[in-house]
C-alpha cells in the first residue's frame, strides 16, 4: 500500500535512484508523485497531474534560483523588481507609474527608491516642465545592477529549455499560450463560473 503522507523529498530519493537505473526510461520526480497518488485517487488523469505539477516545480525552481541570484549580487527581490519595471520603461519614469506598474502602493515606491538612490541605482530629479512632477531615472550602475541580476536568470531559463529543440521550445510556448487563454476568461467578469457568464 502506497502512504500517502509521504513527501516529496521521499519522491525525490525514487527520483534519483530511478535516474541510476538506465534501463527504465528517463522518469522525474513528478512521474513517482503520480503513481504514488494514482492508487489513492483512481480518477486522477494523470497528464494534467503531470503537467500541472512540472508547472509548479519549475515555477518554484526559477523562483527560488532568482532570490539565491539576487542575493548574491546584494539586491532584494522588491530592488529588482523596481529596478525592472524601470528598465522596462526605458529606464526613466514616474513614481505614479512604477507603483502602477508594481501594483503597490504610492507610498511604498518612495521608500524603495529612496532605497535605491542611496546605493546610487536610481536618481530623481524635479521635472523641468512641471516643478511638482519628480522623475526617476536608473543610473548607469542601475543599468548594470539590472543587466546582471536578469542575465542570470535568463541563463537558467535557457539551460532547462535546452532539453528541446528550438521547433519543441515553440510548441511548448503555443500549448502554454492555450492554458493561459483558458486561465485569463476564468478571471475576467462575465468569464465562465463567474455570475453572468
Known amino acids: ?3 500517502p503522507r509521504r513527501t516529496y523529498e521521499a519522491d525525490h530519493l525514487d ?3 530511478m535516474r541510476q537505473n538506465r534501463s527504465e526510461p528517463a522518469r522525474d520526480r513528478v512521474d513517482a508523485h503520480v503513481d ?3 492508487p489513492v485517487l483512481p480518477e486522477l488523469d494523470r497528464d494534467v497531474e503531470g503537467a500541472v505539477t512540472r508547472m509548479q516545480f519549475l515555477t518554484k525552481h526559477l523562483r527560488r534560483f532568482k532570490e539565491q ?9 522588491h530592488e ?3 529596478l525592472h519595471a524601470l528598465a522596462g520603461r526605458r529606464g526613466a519614469a514616474r513614481p505614479g507609474e ?15 527608491l529612496e532605497t ?4 546610487g541605482l536610481i536618481v530623481r530629479t524635479q521635472s523641468t516642465g512641471d516643478r511638482r512632477r519628480v522623475d526617476v531615472e536608473l543610473t548607469e550602475a542601475g543599468w548594470q545592477a539590472w543587466r546582471e541580476a536578469i542575465g542570470g536568470v535568463g541563463r537558467e531559463e535557457h539551460r ?5 529543440a528550438p521547433q519543441e521550445r515553440r510548441q511548448l510556448s503555443d500549448l502554454l499560450r492555450r492554458v493561459m487563454l483558458a486561465a485569463e476568461e476564468r478571471e475576467q467578469p462575465g468569464g465562465p463560473g463567474e455570475p453572468g457568464g
Open 1 to 3: 500500500m502506497i502512504n
Open 15 to 17: 527520483w534519483v535512484a
Open 36 to 38: 504514488r497518488w494514482l
Open 69 to 77: 541570484w539576487l542575493v548574491d549580487f546584494d539586491l532584494q527581490q
Open 80 to 82: 529588482y523588481d523596481t
Open 98 to 112: 512604477l507603483a502602477d506598474d508594481l501594483a503597490i502602493a504610492p507610498a511604498s515606491v518612495t521608500g524603495r
Open 116 to 119: 535605491l538612490e542611496r546605493r
Open 160 to 164: 532547462l529549455l535546452g532539453a528541446l
